[in-house]
């Protein structure tokens, strides 16, 4: 059973057809209810979850199977006696900081990991495997429990400041018809109209964003109209299904909600 519209009713406004795709009185309200989706930014700093963590398990491990050490001021340090943990913590540090400074996009991050392979391949069917493995107990690090606990916390402290702080000062407000980018400092706005607007995920960086970033990836965005534009934003997790959230609300009419 349907419900006529009363004649009473005021008649609806015709749209004006001189207005381009880009005018800003065509966008919605930023007051009205429509659905949204928020898109962050984030810096590298989110890639830097697997130092911190190694760091703990590090930590654990000396405080249950640590050797005690007497320092000159008599303070008891537990110290792991073996230097695996050591090296381990450090190679840690320096693949992270590598991924995480170069960026190697779609094939080279493949070739990259290949070359490496390669080596250790070439290394065990020379016979080397064995000297390295005699070498590095020879190399001797070892840091006490309350290095990896410090450093760790800092690391996690940083971390969460980037991720729950820092990185939300600044985001994207998608919503149907509508794309604004706004800033907590400042208070300002910048929208446009997502009509003709070009939304993908950029050629990805294996290393970074599908083993540190778990999913993460570069947005590229091309709007259209008055204001025509090519808008990068790195760094988003669960890029995928961000697109595709993305591309079936900017297909929704702003009308089409009413």
Known sequence: M?????????PREMPDLN????????LPSPDDALPE????????????????????IAAAVTYTTGDPFIAENGDRILVQPSPGIGLAYIGVLITTLLITNGRLR??????????????????????????LARILPQISVHMNAGFYMVMSTALLVIWML??????????????????TQEQWIGDSAESFDTRGMLF???????????ILGLGAGDLMLSTAGAK?????????????????????????????LE
């Open 19 to 26: 207005k381009g795709p880009g005018d800003v009185d065509d």
């Open 106 to 131: 779609g094939i080279y991050s493949i070739v990259l990991l290949l070359c490496i392979s390669l080596v250790f391949v070439s290394l065990a069917w020379a016979g080397l495997l064995d000297d």
């Open 200 to 210: 993908e995920k950029h050629g990805e960086d294996f290393l970074r964003h599908r």
């Open 228 to 256: 025509e534009r090519t808008i990068a934003i790195p760094d988003v997790l669960f890029v995928d299904r961000t697109v595709n959230r993305v591309q079936r609300l900017i297909a929704i009419e702003p009308s089409d």
């Open 162 to 179: 980037a991720f729950f702080v820092f990185d939300r000062l600044e985001y994207w407000r998608v919503r149907p018809g509508q794309l």
């Open 2 to 10: 349907s419900i006529a519209e009363s004649d009473s009713s005021p």
């Open 37 to 56: 989706i928020i898109i962050y930014s984030h810096s590298a700093l989110i890639y830097w979850w697997p130092v911190w963590l190694f760091g703990y």
